[in-house]
């Protein structure tokens, strides 16, 4: 398959694109620029050495930013929220209620069990101590990503959680992720951005306290620290552009479809939009329907490099040839357009989240569904799942053995410590055999 000098990178049938082509498709992540990956490390490095001066120098040279305080004070988050616009203050607090809801449905609970008699295993979650959210500044301000940090957070009782967001030229984080932060129930704010903020959460410095855990969306080089930190301190799933893959057929709406597509295209360049529609013509009428709609669209620059780069509408003889490029695929988000949504999600092994029908638009999981939109991209949905609940436990396991039981167990376990050369791990469970 030629990839075409026009509006989409790829169309055509499946079956035709080449090994190469394919893989461009599936291969999204890619090598991190060396460049990014250095200058990264080199500001890491500056946080450790020199804390809270790092992080002013940094305000100053990346964000012209002036700042008196890292710490954004209470007062001035409740100021924010009580100047936003009433209308977004309450779609944002409707956000906020459904992500609680759905997120207190994902409690888990303590487990035990007899493994033999008079052995006893068992398994508690405990609410992590601290965690970060990173909330994006810039060309990209995402309330909605700050709600989906902090409020699971809260709801699984982690002791506090703090907001990292790069400062305005007024010293101050975006107005609408302050207020956010508020509805959300956030602990503390700090005007911190890009690999600075992450390596002072990780790290800790005299007014930035370490978090145990860090999440929420960033540009390259937020990702990149978050990959470099770990080992320090736990991070959600790596994260790049946004995705979206669409199966349809020929109950789909063209248009319904391709504005999912344009939905993702304006994110990032580099987003990834694929549609597999059953059959050339409906292929073909989706594709019609993407040209049309791209052209004048608001973020029209960033749309068009996005489709021009790894946008594809791929036609397939029947949904079956579908499923097993799904599964490689391993999409952020996958949209079912087909007449059984439902049935055909018991296909799907490998995708970030599922929306089930063309009605299910991957906007209403973006913002209100209650369903979190901090996903696995770039295929890693392949072993990744969305962040949830259990993202703010860790597990403490335990066990106990009874008298009878030490007695029972102490032959076995001593024939294989010394099978192991362990000795002395053979001699304490002898040790309770006649006990």
Known sequence: MTPLPSFLRYRGPLASLSREDRLRLLQRGGDVDARISARVRELIARVRLDGDWALFEMARQFDRAELSALEVPRARCEQALESLDPSVARALGRAARNIARAHEAQRPRAVEVETEPGVLVGRRPDPLGRVGVYAPGGRAVYPSSVLMGVVPAKVAGVGEVIVCSPPG????????????????????????????????????????????????????????????????????????????????DETASPVAVAREMLAQA?????????????????????????????????????????????????????????????????????????????????????????FLGERSSVAYGDYMTGSNHVLPTAGLARAYSGLNLLDFYRWTTYQRVERAASQALADDVGLLADSEGLFAHADAARAWRAE
């Open 169 to 248: 030229p007024d010293g101050l984080p975006h107005a609408s992720v302050l207020a956010a932060a508020v509805l959300a129930g956030a602990d503390r704010v700090f005007a911190l951005g890009g690999a600075g903020a992450v390596a002072a959460m990780a790290y800790g410095t005299e007014s930035v306290p370490r978090v145990d855990r860090i999440v929420g969306p960033g540009n390259a080089y937020v990702a990149e620290a978050k990959l470099q930190v770990v080992g320090a301190v736990a991070i959600e799933a790596p994260a790049g552009p946004s995705e979206i893959l669409v199966v349809a």
């Open 266 to 354: 304006e994110h990032d360049p580099d987003a990834a939009c694929v549609t597999v529609a059953r059959g050339e013509g409906v292929a073909e009428a989706i594709a019609e329907q993407v040209r049309r709609l791209s052209l004048g669209a608001k973020r029209e620059e960033i749309v068009a490099a996005a489709l021009r780069s790894r946008g594809a509408v791929l036609s397939v003889a029947s949904l079956e040839e579908a499923w097993p490029f799904v599964a490689d695929f391993a999409p952020e988000h996958l949209l079912l357009a087909t007449a059984a949504p439902s049935a055909d999600l018991a296909r799907v092994r490998n995708a970030g989240t599922v």
